[in-house]
């Protein structure tokens, strides 16, 4: 049973161009939550993805949107990038099922730098 | 808004030892999970132990086990028995427990604990 994938692992962008990262969820869940975590520093939530659109979103800037796809796997689009978008970004995936959390599986995420 | 606060930013132990990890959060909900998380040099995060605030009872998971003093705000982890697999950062987070489903999760800084041979 496959865990939750991220792709690319690393990637080095110029800074004001725009990056796509590429989460595949947990089999069986349904639910994408994205993460950005900046060295030395606990992850930040960015949004969360459920039936291909956002249901929660952190305070992040309109140039991070995402997207979710029918089969559940998930980008999430960074635009206009900036020194300080530097960071591990994490995937998690869940299962929804309203009043039952029943956890979050993460993937291994993607280390962005932006030079 | 929830602020999770981890006061150590590390710790070392000599391997066999017993370590606790403080965590403190604020929050004016009632209905709330608590988590400890440990992220390894492989840089996944992976589920340590989990609390619901409603249940008074600690709970405990093999050598993990966790003080939970909900008036206080405090939620610290225990490991016994420590082993060098147990090298890594911890987060303590927390998320409400809504009819949302999973909602987000508010992690402290980290605390990176290194258990030494």
């Known amino acids: 049973d496959a865990g939750v994938t991220q792709s690319p692992t690393h990637l080095i962008k110029t800074r004001g161009q725009q990056v796509t990262l590429r989460c595949s969820p947990k089999s069986g869940h349904d639910t994408v939550s994205w993460y950005q975590q900046a060295l030395g520093q606990g992850p930040q939530f960015i949004f969360q993805y459920y039936e291909e659109e956002e249901r929660q979103r952190g305070n992040f800037p309109d140039r991070f949107s995402g997207h979710q796809f029918p089969n559940y796997s998930s980008e999430l689009n960074v635009n206009a990038l900036l020194l300080g978008d530097s960071a591990l970004y994490l995937c998690?995936?869940?299962?929804?099922?309203?009043?039952?959390?029943?956890?979050?599986?993460f993937g291994s995420g993607t280390r962005l730098t932006v030079v | 808004a929830q602020t999770v606060t981890q006061s150590q930013p590390e710790m070392s132990v000599q391997e066999a030892e017993t370590v606790t990890l403080s965590c403190t959060y604020d929050t004016s909900e009632n209905n709330y999970y608590l988590f400890w998380y440990k992220q390894p040099p492989s840089r996944q995060m992976i589920l340590v132990i989990r609390q619901e605030a409603y249940k008074q009872q600690n709970a405990t998971e093999n050598r993990f086990s966790v003080n939970f003093q909900k008036a206080a705000k405090s939620f610290s982890l225990k490991i016994s028995d420590s082993q060098l697999g147990d090298t890594a950062m911890y987060f303590c987070a927390f998320s409400i427990n809504s009819n949302f489903g999973n909602e987000k999760l508010t992690f402290g800084t980290g605390t990176r604990l290194t258990i030494i041979p």
């Open positions: 998690a995936s869940s299962l929804d099922r309203g009043l039952f959390n029943y956890g979050y599986t």
